[in-house]
């Protein structure tokens, strides 16, 4: 069998180890053989492929980013869209099947057109770890270690100068990210898409700390919507998918931050940072059992399926149930870490 893997959406840490993962069981478990797709849907509507053999595969699954590179193209627009061209490229270049590794828009894709009857299936990915049915998602652990990290530092900078520093970490429609790392760095507030909370009740958590000689500091994830705003705060127009790009949450609250407190404030936002780089040892380890993982579902057939992590077992669900809904922080997890606060 000939599978074309792709990678599709965002990037984020342990997209190679999948393709190695994928790559190796595949042609040692299943003799198989692949080829990639370039820059995800886009190298299926335009049939830009590459073979992909052991060789190259070879020592990826270290390396940040994606050897396939990665676009936000749907599948199902533009003159060459449709489930009916993708059919005919399959069949031009007698390719099986495709895994495609992606995040929700991607794994919708793949879902309307399993439907449509093509034989895809789907790998998670997303460092915002926001997608149902499984656990987690590779890339995940890595961002919340770079965001940790930078906290760390980030605190003592603010105990030296005795600021309030606001934390902006990403997390669209999920918190998870901001959630762990603040957990993980000692963030005395944590602010996430899943919690409204007002300017008050911030000011009033940021004033304890500094009342006992510390340094606030505050992680927000891009999502958080203050009290009173009618959504997300976003100044940068729209994505490939028609919603709004976040980002600038810590910019807004700093300086409201300082006029209430009186509080010099300031803000960083960690961006890119979260996606780029080395993964870490255990998205590695995931990360290429999950490639693993859908090789062998590849080859036994299961196309409208998504290999997904339970527990410390790769298991396989439906894509349906991975795209009906969002993985989101709930309310006791927000309650526990609440606890910490001020
Ligand atoms: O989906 C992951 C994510 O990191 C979101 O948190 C963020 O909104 C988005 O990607 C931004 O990505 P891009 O600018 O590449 O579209």
Known sequence: MRIGLLTSGGDCPGLNA?????????????????VGFKYGWKGVLEADLVALDRLSVRGISKQGGTILGSSRTNPFEGPRGGAANVAKVLHDHQVDGIIAIGGEGTLTAARRLADAGLPVLGVPKTIDNDLAATDYSFGFDTAVEIATEAIDRIRTTAESHQRCIVVEVM??????IALHSGMAAGAHA?????????????????????????????????GFVLEGAAEAHSHKGLDAFNRPRLGGIADHLAP??????????????????????????????????????????????????????????????SIADATNAL????????????????
């Open 256 to 317: 409201l931050i300082q006029m209430k407190t009186g509080i010099e404030s300031r803000a960083t936002t960690l961006g890119f940072s979260q996606r780029g780089g080395v993964p870490s040892a255990y998205d590695r380890v995931f990360a290429t059992r999950l490639g693993m993982a859908a090789a062998g579902a590849a080859a036994k057939g299961r196309w409208g399926s998504m290999v997904a992590l339970r527990g410390t077992d790769i298991v396989s669900v």
């Open 190 to 222: 944590i602010l996430i898409p899943e919690q409204s909370v007002g300017l008050g009740e911030i000011c009033t958590w940021v004033e304890m700390v500094r009342d006992r000689g510390r340094a606030p500091v505050i992680v927000v994830a891009e």
């Open 327 to 342: 993985n989101r922080v709930p309310q006791a997890r927000y309650d526990e870490a609440a606890l910490l606060f001020g």
């Open 18 to 34: 999948v393709i190695r993962g994928a790559v190796l069981a595949g042609t040692r478990a299943h003799d198989n053989d692949f």
């Open 171 to 176: 997390g669209r429609h999920a918190g998870w």
